[in-house]
């Protein structure tokens, strides 16, 4: 990036009205561009504070990792999740998350810290919905802007409940951790998953219909 040696650039978010694919709200907050000696460089420093209130966001797909570092540059950024923050994927996820978090450091070697919680909401696990019981986002990785996650999820089958865990670096591949109470092991957890699946696709089917299949019904009644 090439700045005018001395040059500052501020620009204040008034309740700035964004509609995307991936973002629908008002942005609030600054972001400010100057110049700072770094180890008798000197080097950009990009300053930021953002709130977050009231938004409907999804995250996109994660880019690519390449071999072509960022422009070297300072970084302060702040930002606060307040109120009605939804996080939102009709496939994946519906969650209202708090919290804050930093970023500092350079571009090569962020340094981040804070954390966010998940007030209430599910994520979906092989097509089923599974209640948040503990939703943690934590900003601890070495180098890294990617935080942490650390998600606790349940759904029941009649007296059966079947736990979803989820834990990990969020730029990683992640499969969720399942286990049951009583005990059962993963093939079990996986077809009860898919039989409560099938339960709620008939519900939701036959139950739009005038008549049910005798076999239907008693399927049915079966686990009510």
């Not at 939703?135 to 990617?146: E, K, L, P, R, Y």
Request: include cysteine; proline fraction near 6%; charge should be negative.
């Amino acid at each position: 990036m090439i700045m005018l040696p001395g040059l500052e650039h501020n620009f204040d978010l008034n309740n700035l009205d964004i509609l995307l694919e991936y973002y629908t709200g008002y942005l609030v907050g600054n972001l400010q561009l100057i110049e700072e000696e770094f180890h008798g460089r000197r080097l950009p420093k990009l300053i930021t504070n953002l709130d977050f209130n009231n938004i409907e966001v999804s995250m996109p797909p994660l880019p690519e990792t390449t071999d072509t570092p960022l422009p070297e540059m300072l970084l302060d950024i702040n930002v606060t999740l307040g109120d009605n923050v939804h996080a939102y994927d009709a496939l994946l996820y519906d969650l209202y998350i708090k919290g804050a978090f930093n970023i500092k450091g350079t571009t090569i070697h962020p340094k981040s810290s804070g954390s966010l919680t998940v007030d209430k909401g599910t994520i979906n696990v092989l097509k089923n919905i599974f209640k948040i019981e503990v939703g943690n986002i934590v900003f601890n990785q070495v180098d890294s802007f990617f935080p942490s996650i650390d998600f606790l999820a349940v759904t029941r089958l009649d007296r059966t409940k079947i736990f979803a865990s989820l834990q990990g670096p969020l730029d990683k591949q992640l499969e969720p951790r399942l286990f049951s109470e009583p005990a059962m092991n993963d093939a079990e957890i996986i077809k009860l998953l898919a039989f409560k699946f099938l339960i709620l696709f008939c519900k939701r089917y036959f139950n739009s219909s005038l008549k049910k299949p005798k076999y239907v019904e008693l399927f049915l009644w079966s686990f009510n």
